[in-house]
């Protein structure tokens, strides 16, 4: 999987993903991380990448030139004449677990974050953006979006995660039920003891717990999980 942000805050961005597991997965050569700063394609003297919107209104848009030119740059550095763009807006579709599943089959990823109060409608068309929203409220910028979508979609690549189940026992998987409670070392800790049924080495049972517990839990927790969509 190889991402390309194109961004202006791209230090942001390659700090983020040069930690933990998506380190390990770059350094193993799993997923790549590439950036292209937008304020190299403004078309001003000043590196202004913004102005005013036609029909005023409260503030600044993202010019569509230089989205355009760092899209156009992305494609040349991934050898393609149009490689799949995901721009990054609280009016996209809701990322969840299945759009990371989506996005994970694809071999590049652009993402596009914008700032301000977005981006010249007519780059996005131009491009074909995928629009994609991390939730509901409204952030400052797509940058810390990308990173969520970055994260979600590097931990399903094939590889990535050492042990192949952990990415597919867990909450959200085909099931679609929250994660069983999980518990390590020590056996008693605050009182508080390990269920039995853990310690007993008998796996149908654990299993059957494990599915009571996840669906106790998802009914607790997120009882809209379990309706018929
Ligand atoms: N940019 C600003 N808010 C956002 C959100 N909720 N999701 C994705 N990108 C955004």
């Given at each position: 999987?190889?991402?390309?942000v194109?961004?202006?805050?791209p230090?942001l961005?390659?700090?983020a993903m040069?930690?933990s597991?998506?380190?390990?997965?770059?350094?193993?050569?799993?997923?790549?991380?590439?950036?292209?700063?937008?304020?190299?394609f403004?078309?001003?003297?000043?590196?202004?990448?913004?102005?005013y919107?036609?029909?005023?209104?409260?503030?600044?848009?993202?010019?569509?030139?230089p989205v355009?030119?760092?899209y156009?740059?992305?494609?040349?550095?991934l050898?393609?004449?149009?490689?799949?763009?995901?721009?990054m807006?609280?009016?996209?579709?809701?990322?969840?677990?299945r759009?990371?599943?989506?996005?994970?089959?694809?071999?590049?990823l652009?993402?596009?974050?914008?700032?301000?109060?977005?981006?010249?409608?007519?780059?996005?068309?131009?491009i074909?953006t995928?629009n994609?929203?991390?939730?509901?409220?409204?952030?400052?910028?797509?940058e810390?979006?990308?990173l969520a979508?970055?994260?979600?979609?590097?931990?399903?690549v094939?590889?990535?995660?050492?042990?192949?189940?952990?990415?597919s026992?867990?909450?959200?998987?085909?099931?679609g039920?929250?994660?069983y409670p999980?518990?390590?070392?020590?056996e008693?800790w605050?009182?508080?003891?390990?269920?039995?049924?853990?310690l007993?080495?008998?796996?149908?049972?654990?299993e059957k717990?494990r599915?009571?517990?996840?669906?106790i839990?998802?009914?607790?927790?997120?009882?809209?999980?379990?309706?018929?969509d």
């Open positions: 999987m190889n991402f390309t194109l961004t202006l805050f230090e961005i390659e700090n040069n930690t597991i998506c380190k390990r997965a770059m350094e193993k050569g799993y997923i790549s991380l590439d950036t292209i700063d937008i304020r190299d403004a078309e001003n003297k000043n590196g202004r990448v913004d102005d919107t036609y029909g005023g209104g409260a503030g600044m848009l993202m010019q569509a030139g355009y030119s760092a156009k740059e992305a494609c040349r550095r050898n393609k004449e149009k490689a799949y763009a995901v721009y807006t609280p009016q996209g579709r809701v990322f969840d677990q759009v990371a599943e989506e996005l994970a089959q694809h071999e590049d652009v993402i596009i974050c914008g700032h301000y109060e977005g981006i010249d409608e007519r780059a996005l068309e131009e074909g995928d994609i929203s991390i939730g509901d409220y409204v952030l400052t910028g797509g810390i979006a990308s979508v970055m994260d979600c979609v590097s931990r399903l094939p590889g990535v995660l050492g042990n192949e189940t952990s990415a026992d867990e909450s959200f998987s085909s099931e039920l929250l994660e999980q518990y390590t070392r020590p008693v605050h009182d508080r003891k390990v269920p039995d049924v853990l007993s080495g008998h796996h149908a049972n654990i717990w599915h009571e517990q996840s669906l839990r998802t009914r607790e927790r997120r009882p809209d999980l379990l309706k018929e």
